[in-house]
């Protein structure tokens, strides 16, 4: 991979060892990756933070990194192991409570925003064509499908690493010819949100890392986030296009590869998880104000009975807490900085009923909290 003399400058460790060692990271996966040079990025969103994935050896090195390294452009952070005020109550113990802080302080230091949330697009909606360095399977595929923008499915080191040096790696679903879809996908036009969540599951299983295009139906944007994040958890999917409705379907060729997905089949795969649940949890990847409302609508009209645990971004809680304080007044109870996924809340709490296809994936079949865990339908 070609570096300018600047780029050197930073590997050689000119502008420390941070630096130094995230310009490392990127040329190694440039290299590994074929690609020609690095290009500037606008945003980075670092994944893997919980202290649970990353323990007392994973805080140490972010402190190293804190050090002397300081993010070049926007950095912001996936959700923890906690909600950073009710973690008491979420069953978490002072010794997580600690070495999780110890990591955000790192963190901070470094000039992230603690953000804590898997849909960054809420905090700012990225442009089209703008480039990113995001780190969140579900965020990766909406910002390429949903918004246009462009970003590889990053691991949590690379987006750092992207974060302190403000450039990436010019490869993959950056480059125009590699956005295009590999799979025709023929599905059925009238679905639920528990209908979108089973598709992208199907979707997933069946094309690996390709790239569908979907035609039948014409989901909204709060259905294309529980398709993509179910297709990004139960295959690879980092990008997908719909007929009509996203911004570069039009573009998107003429796969050779067809699937086609009935009614019977959508229904099938979810009557085949359904179970008892203790309660629902809803916000896998984290609810929008207007879906917030929606519940809100569903509770006060009497349509959900069940006990009902909420997950969103302190941002959309911070700037909607008249509507947060209703819900909980109605019942819910609305977390922040976390999920079901990533918190011991799932483990004290039991099976939880769900609707969302990539949390299933994780809390059903890759054993996360209880082991157990269902379809619901609202
Ligand atoms: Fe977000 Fe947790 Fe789901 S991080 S996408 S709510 S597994």
């Known amino acids: 991979m070609h570096l300018t003399a600047e780029e050197e400058r930073i590997l050689e460790g000119e502008e420390g060892w941070a630096a130094s060692k995230a310009m490392e990271i990127l040329v190694a996966l440039g290299d590994a990756v074929g690609a020609d040079r690095l290009i500037p990025v606008e945003w980075a969103h670092v994944s893997g933070v919980s202290y649970k994935n990353l323990g007392d050896e994973g805080a140490s090195l972010l402190e190293r990194f804190a050090s002397d390294g300081r993010f070049r452009i926007r950095t912001t952070l996936n959700p923890i192991g906690m909600d950073l005020e009710r973690w008491r109550e979420m069953g978490v113990d002072r ?29 700012r909606r990225p442009r089209l064509g703008e480039i990113l360095a995001w780190a969140e399977s579900s965020a990766v595929v909406y910002a390429n499908s949903v918004l246009g923008a462009r970003t590889n499915r990053e691991s949590g080191l690379s987006a750092l690493s992207a974060g302190l040096v403000g450039k990436t790696p010019r490869w993959g679903l950056l480059l125009e010819e590699n956005r295009r879809a590999t799979h025709l996908v023929r599905a059925p036009g009238r679905l639920d949100r528990l209908g979108y969540s089973a598709l992208g599951a199907l979707v997933g299983e069946a094309v690996g890392d390709g790239i569908p295009l979907i035609h039948g139906p014409r989901p909204g944007e709060g259905e294309m986030k ?4 179910a297709m990004a958890a ?9 007929s009509g409705v996203t911004p570069e379907a039009g573009r998107a060729g003429d796969p050779v590869e067809v699937l086609e997905l009935e009614h019977g089949d959508i229904e099938d795969f979810i009557e085949s998880h359904m179970g008892e649940a203790e309660y629902v949890a809803l916000g896998c990847p984290h609810l929008s104000a207007s879906e917030l ?6 509770l ?3 349509r959900i009975k069940v006990r009902l645990v909420l997950f969103t971004s302190r941002t959309v809680r911070d700037s909607n807490r008249g509507l947060v304080e209703e819900l909980e007044a109605l019942g819910a109870r609305v977390y922040v900085d976390t999920c079901m996924v990533v918190s011991p809340i799932t483990g004290k709490l039991g099976p939880p009923g769900l609707r969302s296809g990539k949390a299933l994936f994780y809390l059903e079949k890759k054993g996360y909290g209880p082991g157990r865990a269902f379809f619901f339908r609202l």
Do not use: D
């Open 293 to 298: 409302r929606e519940i809100r609508e569903s």
């Open 95 to 123: 010794a997580f409570r600690e070495g999780q802080l110890r990591i955000l302080r790192a963190l901070e230091a470094m000039g992230a925003e603690l953000t804590l949330t898997c849909t960054p697009y809420y905090i």
């Open 300 to 302: 006060r009209a009497g």
């Open 234 to 242: 139960w295959g690879a999917v980092s990008m997908f296009h719909v």
């Open 226 to 229: 529980a398709m993509g994040a």
